[in-house]
Nanobody, 124 residues
Framework: QVQLVESGGGSVQAGGSLRLSCAASGRAVSTSVMGWFRQAPAKEREFVAWIGVRGIMKNYTDSVLGRFTASRDNARNTVYLQMNNLKPEDTAVYYC?????????????????WGQGTQVTVSS
């Protein structure tokens, strides 16, 4: 069973940057698509990005295109989300998840092994 631990969140001003990490333990995630999602207060968890097994294929929600970059280091069993030019609307708890094989890429219900999340707060 995989355990995921997100870290790297914090409070920044608009225009700032953060780098989130998602460290996996228990089992390797090197053969899994990994996703980043976020959840703002009173809102549903929403898709942010997914990254393929080799870190080549990626996709992002439109609102973060050109600002966020997902990457992974399979040797370290870790996935990253570099977030630049942050905006107040990016404020949320960010989670990483392990996509089930053959499942949808964008629905959080198709991901397992959620961590506790890391809070990102962007002030204007």
């Amino acid at each position: 069973q995989v355990q995921l631990v997100e870290s790297g969140g914090g409070s920044v001003q608009a225009g700032g940057s953060l780098r989130l990490s998602c460290a996996a333990s228990g089992r390797a995630v090197s053969t899994s698509v990994m996703g980043w999602f976020r959840q703002a207060p009173a809102k549903e968890r929403e898709f942010v990005a997914w990254i393929g097994v080799r870190g080549i294929m990626k996709n992002y929600t439109d609102s973060v295109l050109g600002r966020f970059t997902a990457s992974r280091d399979n040797a370290r069993n870790t996935v990253y989300l570099q977030m630049n030019n942050l905006k107040p609307e990016d404020t949320a708890v960010y989670y990483c998840g392990q996509k089930r094989p053959g499942a949808d890429f964008y629905n959080p219900r198709d991901y397992d092994s959620w961590g506790q999340g890391t809070q990102v707060t962007v002030s204007s």
